[in-house]
């Protein structure tokens, strides 16, 4: 299983996949940029009161979501980046440009920010691992 | 999927009134609210999907969130169920907004 360091950087990756783009092909930046909270809300359950939970399906880690407190803030975020990524590839769903910087300033910025804290505060004092 | 269970599909469900009680809480909890223009069932193998079409101007975040919160309020209830959610806004997206004849599996739970 990755480790919370390895969700971390492929999390920071794809956000810059969905940097890259964001101004040729939108609708691809929001896959890149979910799949960016995807790995944030990985790197908090890798770890998470000394837990390892690694979720095997997106409905698996939906229920984490929900029924983690510390997580349960971003639902609402992460789940519109989930159901934008998932309208584009499958439903045809538009998304400009204009579009993908509205879910970055909001949902995604909010969702990074809030795991960006956890991981900071549970790593502190803790040993590395997964190398 | 240890500590987990997925809900059971039902051997035939043809309308709402046999959808699941978990379904039913769902659209209870959300049926109020005006953006909300239908809701559907349909299952993934075992995994059960739901879907909740609105109508909503883009940006479409404050529509979007009561019914996310809700979904989240179903799951914090059943610490055992396990469901695929979605929320699509027929303004942008037609592909989940179902005419009168509903495609094979699908279970509407409301419409408006």
């Known amino acids: 299983m990755p480790s919370r360091a390895e969700h971390i950087a492929k999390a920071e990756a794809n956000e810059q996949v969905a940097h890259l783009l964001q101004a040729v092909h939108p609708d691809w930046a929001v896959t890149a940029l979910f799949y960016a909270a995807v790995h ?32 349960a803030v971003i639902e609402a975020d992460y789940t519109a ?8 590839r499958y439903d045809c769903e538009v998304f400009e440009t204009a579009d993908v910087a509205h879910m970055w ?22 040993s590395p691992r997964g190398a | 999927m240890a500590g987990r269970i997925r809900v059971r599909q039902p051997a035939s469900v043809s309308n709402v009134a046999e959808a699941p ?67 699509v806004n027929r303004s942008r997206n037609r592909t989940r907004n179902y005419g009168t004849e509903l495609p094979d599996g699908i279970i509407l739970l409301f419409r408006r």
Not at chain 2, 31 to 40: A, E, H
Not at chain 2, 42 to 64: F, H, K, M
């Open chain 1, 40 to 71: 944030w809300v990985d790197a908090v359950l890798d770890g998470l009161d000394e837990t390892r939970v690694h979720p095997r399906s997106h409905a698996q880690r939906r229920g984490y979501i929900a029924r983690r407190p510390e997580l």
């Open chain 1, 81 to 88: 980046l989930q159901d934008a990524s998932v309208g584009s």
């Open chain 1, 105 to 126: 300033e909001t949902r995604y910025a909010a969702a990074r920010q809030v795991c960006e804290a956890i991981v900071g505060r549970s790593s502190q004092g803790a």
């Open chain 2, 21 to 87: 009680a978990f379904a039913k809480r769902f659209v209870r909890s959300i049926q109020g609210l005006p953006q909300v223009r239908q809701v559907t069932l349909e299952y993934a193998g075992n995994l059960p999907q739901i879907c909740t079409v609105i109508e909503a101007p883009w940006p479409d975040d404050a529509s979007r969130d009561p019914i996310y919160h809700a979904e989240g309020d179903l799951l914090r209830a059943d610490p055992s169920l396990e469901i695929d959610f979605r929320v």
